[in-house]
């Protein structure tokens, strides 16, 4: 017997904001100083009131509304009452009977198509339902010394905005899970409400995971399992996941651990476990809490949230074009390969330099050759010259450092000029890696740096046509191989003239003096 594995994800965001979600301390999740960024209100002294953080609800609102969520014009808070010694309250202020947004839905790319030649063939994407997205204050940080019987506790983190997005149990697989989560924190970035860095802790996901069989005789339909939770497996929730790669493996792992306990005949117990990175096992934790077991209650210090219709319009104007919206519009305008797009749309700031390397480029080309409109045909020559350079030897030099980082010092009009100079044949691909290198270090004109080391290419035909007939003459043996059909011969005269013009002769011209002179001898 086979088990289909039905999946749920819940993802808490720490949102990007000066002050943290209910006091004005500040919101810094990279204080490395414990306990510094706290007050009363944040370890709960008696006789402390909480004050709703408006850029908070503003950020957690346009995330709703970017994942396509109803919003809730009337919602309140409430208390998540639980004892723990990171929890100075001994509840949390959070919401659950009137969530902000819900009933949205996020698409992931279909993980079953098939790609040929960087194009993926039979594009389908995915809907995988969120039930809800809702605001509510994160814990301290619980701190177990080495070797020693206590543990510490830094309150710097209590308070700090959290919005929970919590999933419909329709994911079906690991890749689903992982594609999920990288497509959220591309969003939460494009929108600018959270840094969502895994491996901060600004985005953490829990997995709830269960299995059914899948055996003929007891196949369920999705229709049914979404109408009916009682037909779903035995739920196991596994905590606090902090890495794209703990989201996926620690499903696998899970998936396995489950499959082989049902097929001896043996019952899933539900409850909560951890991911340990190194063994790459989930570990049991406690039993899994229900949620009458928190006592939700209205939060009697905080008054209810009436949202109006021009606040909730004037957050979505300020919704920027997402992720999916992008790669379309990248196909569709550039021509793009699937892989050059995909590292554009991940690397938010790269697609940008793009875009405005390409608006240059057009306008150089154009000063240059055409004195006109580039032509499509030509634009798209230097559409995928441009990000061939881009994707290929700037990242090279990069090296992982952001084009927007103070220290990258080559604008976008300095290496339009680049990619037109390659383009219109003034400079050859040999020298082209060399003058990047140097625009990288310095972020001086492309065309400077020609000038002054001497590295425009040698295009005059005399010039060139004695230099050929030296190389010629001092090349006898691959002259009668040549001679003799063998073609790379050809290449390697091609080579010893580069070798002789230190790279600067144009290798179209060099190519067609070769021929001539050779066919000459014949």
Known sequence: MNYKPTIGLEIHVELRTKSKMFCSCENDPDETQPNVNICPICVAHPGTLPVINKTAVRKAIKTAIALNCQIQKATHFERKNYFYPDLP?????????????????????????????????????????????????DTGKLIHPEGKDYSLVDFNRAGIPLMELVTEPDIESAAEARAFVHELQLIL??????????????????????????????????NK????????GTKV?????????????AIEYEIKRQSEILKKGKKIVQETRGWDEKKEITLAQREKEEAYDYRYFPEPDLP????????????????????????????KEYGLSDKEIELYVSQKD??????????????????????????????????????????TDLQGLLKGVSVSDKNFLITAENFAEFVSMIYLGEISSKIAKTLLKEMFGTGKDPSQIVKDKGLRQISDEEELEKIVGEVIDKNKKPVEDYKKGKEAALQFLVGQVMKETKGKANPQIILQLL?????KQK
């Open 515 to 519: 021929k001539k002179l050779l066919v």
């Open 350 to 391: 790269l697609g940008e330099y793009f875009e405005k390397v390409i608006s240059e480029l057009t306008n150089w080309v154009k000063e240059k050759r055409f004195k006109e409109k580039v032509k499509n045909r030509e634009l798209k020559k230097l559409v995928k010259l441009a990000s061939n350079y881009i994707t």
């Open 237 to 249: 929730e596994i905590k606090n996941l902090n890495s794209l790669r703990a989201v996926e493996k």
């Open 304 to 331: 209810p949230l009436n949202l109006k219709k021009e606040f909730l319009k004037e957050i979505k104007m300020e919704i920027p074009e997402l992720p999916q919206s992008r790669r379309e519009r990248f196909e």
């Open 225 to 232: 399992i979404r109408a009916n939770s009682r037909t779903l």
């Open 89 to 137: 309250k001994g509840y949390q202020i959070s919401q659950y009977n009137a969530p902000l947004g819900k009933g949205g839905y996020l698409e992931i790319s279909n993980l079953k198509s098939q790609i040929s030649k960087n194009k993926i063939k039979n594009k389908k994407l995915k809907k995988i339902r969120i039930q809800r997205i809702h605001l509510e204050e």
């Open 189 to 222: 970035r494009y929108l600018g409400v959270s840094g969502a860095n895994m491996e901060k802790g600004e985005m953490r996901a829990e997995v709830n995971i269960s299995l059914m069989p899948t055996d003929e005789n007891s196949r369920i339909s999705a």
